[in-house]
């Protein structure tokens, strides 16, 4: 790989690969995100190789192996272009069938198209499927076209032209209005001004300072920055030099929590790359400016998300956060030195501003949220995946246009938000705006970006031990209204659960999370009661009925329920008593199947299988 020198040698570059792959009459991009390869993409890419070699096509098609497209569910997904076919759930018996078919005949495979769950349509092109068709995807949508282990795929669509005008004359100054003018705020959870958070870094006393790249992604469920980082690499690091110009840095860190194999992986190809090129390191394109990239793998704590406790796991010790309101990071950070810490997707963000002008950035989004936001949607609705929305849209339409609904048309109960720190939203309130400030308003947050949709059959109750349990568990344990609170909190969830609650024990809940909020030491804690504190306001008589009627109304809490047949219902067809894995079920053939109580494990089996909805919970 050659070194570029100047500017003008990347420009250069940037033609000749354009033109040399204007030699392919055709692209096919085949998804090699993480749940994709889980799908088998990574074999399907090797046969598809070898045969486009046996057609003689490998010089006319190009096949590239790239991040994940956002609809992980129907993976492994292969888009055609230039026509933007969207074949879904693609397997190696395909790959002759797509060559002769569509890359030589130009003719569409049905049997590979998306069908439409809500209108039983089969859609032909991308771009017209529900689920992308309401999406605004400025940050992730360059994710599906290119090979994040290739250099030249983002040169080809423009990469570090963001970088390039920077360095041909933006003073500092200058940027950081843009970041202002442009209402970017960051996307790792809290909203805070990108622009403050540089100007302070900038201004702070020291020659060396540091930027960091948080990609921790502890949150359950959450996977936007993993995809980002290990789809689109370049687009973070053009970010990240942009940041460390604008800031006066000469040394940054990607910290990478374990468990993202591809992410880091690719992060190190594209950093190499990058180095290489001479767009990282020494001298960058000869304009004087040095920066560079290392990666840090984290262990896995939720906690070490946290800003002050990620910096404590980058200097080797223990990933335990510290109090905020006297030191900040931006002034003693990283071995004590100024850091300008942000999110993946924040940085990502950066170079789309700087290529498109801050003013076109503000008018997508809302008075005090501007830009898009990705969201990982899952639970009940019939499209889950990765969905990136400009702010200001409802749940509303994200949940039915983009989601589609719930599979079985089940009413929605609630939408909860920001991961373990966020709270539930009431299916009354689809249709507020999704931004920082309305989504704190309702006793949730942005979070992250974790979105789950929860329908009538979800009890409220057992969503609130779910993400105080998980909180116990992630609690560093360094205060104690954290480390004792959650426990205690955990401890009255499970006695309610298990049918021992009582009405006092709702309102020792209520006021714990109140002094927990106040109380403890990091965000961890003062965000862990939301689930609590939301499922109260909106949910209460759920509490209610298990403590006061001992019930749960959504027929989930094992204790308080009891699986029946409904003898009028039942055909005896036999399926529930081969399928209980308790042997709890008895009954002739052709005859009204009994459960015995004593031996039923309440696993919901029969339910499942149950074809003439016989089974019964009261
Ligand atoms: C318990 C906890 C976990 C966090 N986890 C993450 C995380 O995984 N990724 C992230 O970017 N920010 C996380 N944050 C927020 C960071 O502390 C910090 O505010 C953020 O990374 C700053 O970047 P931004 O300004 O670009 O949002 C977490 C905060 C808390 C309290
Ligand atoms: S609030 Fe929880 S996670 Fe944060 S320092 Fe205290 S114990 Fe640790
Ligand atoms: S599966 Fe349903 S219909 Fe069949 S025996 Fe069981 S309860 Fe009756
Ligand atoms: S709930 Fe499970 S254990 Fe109970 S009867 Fe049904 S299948 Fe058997
Ligand atoms: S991993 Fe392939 S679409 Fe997400």
Excluded at 319 to 326: F, L, T, V, W
Excluded at 352 to 368: F, Q
Aim: net charge negative; aromatic share 8%; hydrophobic share 35%.
């Amino acid at each position: 790989m050659k070194r570029l020198e100047s500017i003008d040698d990347l420009e250069k570059l940037r033609k000749a690969i354009i033109e040399k792959n204007k030699a392919y009459i055709k692209t096919v991009a085949l998804c090699g995100g993480t749940g994709c390869r889980a799908y088998g993409s990574e074999s399907l890419k090797n046969a598809f190789e070898q045969a486009l070699k046996e057609h003689n096509l490998s010089d006319k098609v190009r096949l590239v192996f790239s991040g994940c497209h956002g609809f992980c569910e129907q993976g492994p997904i292969m888009i055609i272009r230039p026509e933007g076919i969207f074949y879904s759930k693609v397997t190696e018996d395909h790959i002759d069938l797509i060559i002769t078919e569509t890359l030589i005949k130009g003719n569409i495979i049905d049997s590979l198209l998306y069908e439409d769950p809500t209108t039983g349509e089969k859609i032909v092109y991308e771009k017209d499927i529900p689920f992308y068709k309401a999406q605004n995807r400025i940050v992730f949508g360059q994710n599906g076209s290119i090979d994040p282990t290739n250099i030249e795929d983002y040169i080809a669509i423009g990469g570090y032209s963001a970088l390039c005008k920077v360095l041909n004359g933006m003073d500092p100054t200058e940027i950081i209005n843009e970041i202002k003018e442009s209402g970017l705020r960051g996307r790792g959870g809290g909203g805070f001004p990108t622009w403050q958070k540089w100007e302070s870094c900038r201004n702070a006393n020291g020659n060396l300072k540091y930027l960091v790249c948080n990609c921790d992604e502890g949150d359950p469920g959450a996977y936007m920055d993993r995809s980002l980082l290990e789809g689109n690499p370049h687009l973070v690091l053009e970010g990240m030099l942009i940041g460390a110009y604008t800031i006066g840095s000469q040394e940054g860190y990607i910290y990478v929590r374990h468990e993202y194999p591809w992410a880091w992986a690719n992060a190190g190809i594209a950093i190499n790359q990058a180095r290489e090129m001479g767009l990282l390191g020494e001298n960058i394109l000869g304009t004087g400016f040095s920066f560079d990239i290392d990666i840090a793998r984290g262990g896995g704590a939720f906690v070490c998300g946290e800003s002050t406790a990620l910096v404590a796991s980058l200097e080797g010790r223990m990933g335990e956060p510290r109090d905020k309101q006297h030191l900040h990071t931006v002034e003693s950070g990283l071995w004590e030195k100024p850091t300008n810490l942000n999110n993946v997707e924040t940085w990502a963000n950066v170079p789309i501003i700087i290529n498109n002008g801050a003013e076109w950035y503000s008018k997508i989004g809302t008075e005090g949220s501007k830009g898009t936001k990705i969201f990982s949607l899952v639970g009940k609705v019939k499209n889950t995946g990765l969905v990136e929305v400009p702010m200001g849209i409802s749940l509303r339409e994200i949940v039915y246009d983009i989601g589609g609904g719930t599979p079985n048309g089940t009413k929605i109960k609630a939408i909860q938000t920001g991961g373990p720190s966020g709270g539930c939203i009431p299916s009354s309130m689809l249709d507020i705006p999704v931004d920082f400030d309305e989504l704190t308003k309702v006793g949730s947050m942005m979070g992250s970006g974790g979105m789950i949709v929860m329908d009538e059959k979800t009890c409220m109750v057992d969503v609130a031990r779910y993400f105080v349990k998980f909180l116990k568990d992630e609690s560093c344990g360094k205060c104690l209204p954290c480390r004792e609170g959650l426990k205690r909190m955990d401890e009255i969830l499970t006695d309610i659960i298990e049918g021992n609650g009582s009405e006092e024990q709702i309102e020792l809940l209520h006021e714990l999370a109140l002094v927990m909020k106040d109380a403890s030491l990091c965000g961890l804690g003062k965000t862990a009661p939301n689930s609590v504190l939301s499922t109260l306001q909106y949910f209460r008589d759920e509490y209610e009925a298990h403590v006061i009627d001992k019930k749960c109304p959504a027929g989930v809490c094992k204790d308080l329920i009891t699986y029946s047949i409904n003898a009028d219902a039942c055909t005896g067809c036999g399926a529930c008593k081969r399928n209980c894995p308790y042997e709890a079920i008895e009954g002739e053939r052709r005859k009204p199947h009994v459960i015995i109580l004593d031996l039923c494990q309440k696993c919901g089996s029969c339910m499942d299988v149950c074809k003439f909805n016989a089974v019964v919970i009261s």
